[in-house]
């Protein structure tokens, strides 16, 4: 592998952990900013669908640049916009500055998976996904767990700062190590088989939608399943990255093999597993202590597996049906972006509607509804 690979493993651990970064003191902020928890929660609904809607805008006039260039733009205004949401006034601002922060990581997502794609022969680029994707992982295990504590210790105004930190940590990197990395020739025809890619952008849709309803809420279901409160809700969210290690190791091989249908299925499968577990965690199927607390261990371990275990096979065909055409990148980006936002709406509707073990079951009756829709939507053998 080559390892300037890693240095955009830096990329995707700064966005990832600026993405959730307080999540673990949602309820604390929510009551500093005089919102309910349901609506602080869409501070993340911001930020996806500003992601989503400007994502692919950004990715067509910014689709002639360098990649390397692209990613130093899109850290270096998200680094910005992080130290302006530490020291923001009100709820309603900080909205806004998080829907611009969802841009800065539209920007630069796509082009760190390109440029990755780019370095590696193509029977490589699973693989390579996988490990810039693993930038995810280990904000999941690292970056918003210790969020979660520096939050805890300094305030949650202190994890924006945490967040600037790592952008600038990531800005540094590239810098320094990154080569130029041309942007990719025009796809003869100037077109993307559109007819080919959707059920891959439906699957992320249906995956993401399901996931994160449950994962932006993470801090009242430990709360209410495991009897966790505070920092300790920084180590079941390490549990996230440890799934997605797990995750992204199976799905960057089955990338590289070019799996087909079974696989989507059979994640979709799994991540329904988890939300059950999750269910039965909330309504104290175990008794309290570590019996509860390890059964909600193992529900946020299994999602994550299953998210990021699907997530390298999605990206590596599209990269392959449509020639890592950047806008096609972005699309995906979006449709991430809007299933986040369709899951964190639901998880806090949920929650505002029928209280904490809604958000599972929400979680669960997406996860079959994906697990449906694609038994008919999603082809059995990849289209060149």
């Given at each position: 592998?080559?390892p300037?690979?890693?240095?955009?493993?830096?990329?995707?651990?700064a966005?990832?952990?600026?993405?959730?970064?307080f999540?673990?003191?949602?309820?604390?902020?929510?009551?500093?900013?005089g919102?309910?928890t349901?609506?602080?929660g869409?501070?993340?609904?911001?930020?996806?669908?500003t992601?989503?809607?400007l994502?692919?805008?950004?990715?067509?006039?910014?689709?002639?640049?360098?990649?390397?260039?692209?990613?130093?733009?899109?850290?270096?205004?998200?680094?910005l916009?992080?130290?302006?949401?530490?020291?923001?006034?009100?709820?309603?601002?900080?909205?806004?500055?998080?829907g611009l922060?969802?841009?800065?990581?539209?920007?630069?997502?796509?082009?760190?998976?390109?440029?990755?794609?780019?370095?590696?022969?193509?029977?490589?680029?699973?693989?390579?996904?996988?490990?810039?994707?693993?930038?995810?992982?280990l904000?999941?295990?690292?970056?918003i767990?210790?969020?979660?504590?520096?939050?805890s210790?300094?305030g949650w105004?202190?994890?924006?700062?945490f967040?600037?930190?790592?952008?600038?940590s990531?800005?540094?990197?590239?810098?320094?190590?990154?080569?130029?990395?041309?942007?990719?020739?025009?796809r003869?025809?100037g077109?993307?088989?559109?007819?080919?890619i959707?059920?891959?952008?439906l699957?992320t849709?249906?995956?993401?939608?399901?996931?994160?309803?449950l994962?932006l809420?993470?801090?009242?279901?430990?709360r209410?399943?495991?009897?966790?409160?505070?920092?300790?809700?920084?180590?079941?969210?390490?549990?996230?990255?440890?799934?997605?290690?797990?995750?992204?190791?199976?799905?960057?091989r089955?990338a590289?093999?070019d799996?087909?249908?079974?696989w989507?299925?059979?994640?979709f499968?799994?991540q329904?597993v988890?939300?059950?577990?999750?269910?039965?965690?909330?309504?104290h199927?175990?008794?309290?202590?570590?019996p509860?607390?390890?059964?909600?261990?193992?529900?946020?371990?299994?999602a994550?597996?299953a998210?990021?275990?699907?997530?390298?096979?999605?990206?590596a065909?599209?990269?392959?049906?449509?020639?890592?055409a950047?806008?096609a990148?972005?699309l995906n980006?979006?449709?991430?972006?809007?299933?986040?936002?369709?899951g964190?709406?639901?998880?806090?509707?949920?929650?505002?509607?029928?209280?904490?073990?809604?958000?599972?079951?929400?979680a669960l009756?997406?996860?079959?509804?994906g697990?449906?829709?694609l038994?008919?939507?999603?082809?059995?053998?990849?289209?060149?």
């Amino acid at each position: 592998m080559n390892p300037r690979v890693f240095v955009l493993t830096m990329v995707t651990f700064a966005f990832g952990s600026a993405a959730f970064i307080f999540a673990g003191l949602l309820e604390t902020m929510a009551a500093d900013l005089g919102v309910s928890t349901a609506v602080a929660g869409q501070l993340q609904t911001a930020y996806v669908l500003t992601s989503a809607v400007l994502g692919p805008v950004a990715a067509h006039v910014l689709a002639r640049f360098d990649r390397r260039l692209v990613v130093l733009a899109g850290l270096s205004f998200g680094l910005l916009l992080h130290l302006a949401c530490a020291f923001t006034p009100n709820f309603e601002t900080l909205l806004g500055l998080r829907g611009l922060a969802g841009l800065a990581g539209a920007m630069s997502g796509p082009a760190a998976s390109v440029a990755a794609a780019s370095m590696v022969p193509p029977e490589r680029r699973g693989s390579a996904l996988a490990m810039v994707a693993g930038g995810m992982t280990l904000a999941f295990v690292l970056g918003i767990p210790m969020g979660s504590v520096v939050g805890s210790i300094f305030g949650w105004r202190a994890t924006f700062l945490f967040a600037a930190l790592l952008s600038a940590s990531a800005l540094v990197a590239v810098t320094f190590f990154l080569p130029p990395v041309p942007a990719p020739a025009k796809r003869e025809g100037g077109t993307v088989p559109v007819h080919a890619i959707w059920p891959l952008y439906l699957t992320t849709f249906l995956v993401f939608a399901a996931n994160m309803t449950l994962n932006l809420y993470i801090a009242p279901v430990v709360r209410v399943g495991a009897g966790v409160t505070g920092a300790g809700v920084g180590a079941f969210q390490a549990m996230i990255g440890l799934g997605s290690i797990a995750g992204l190791w199976l799905g960057g091989r089955a990338a590289d093999r070019d799996v087909g249908k079974a696989w989507i299925m059979q994640g979709f499968a799994i991540q329904g597993v988890a939300m059950a577990l999750h269910f039965a965690a909330t309504h104290h199927a175990l008794p309290p202590g570590l019996p509860s607390q390890f059964l909600v261990a193992l529900a946020i371990f299994v999602a994550a597996t299953a998210l990021f275990s699907i997530t390298p096979v999605i990206q590596a065909r599209l990269i392959h049906m449509t020639d890592g055409a950047p806008v096609a990148l972005a699309l995906n980006g979006s449709v991430i972006a809007v299933g986040q936002a369709l899951g964190s709406a639901a998880g806090g509707a949920s929650l505002a509607a029928w209280g904490v073990p809604a958000i599972p079951a929400t979680a669960l009756v997406l996860s079959l509804t994906g697990f449906a829709i694609l038994s008919v939507a999603f082809p059995r053998k990849a289209r060149s």
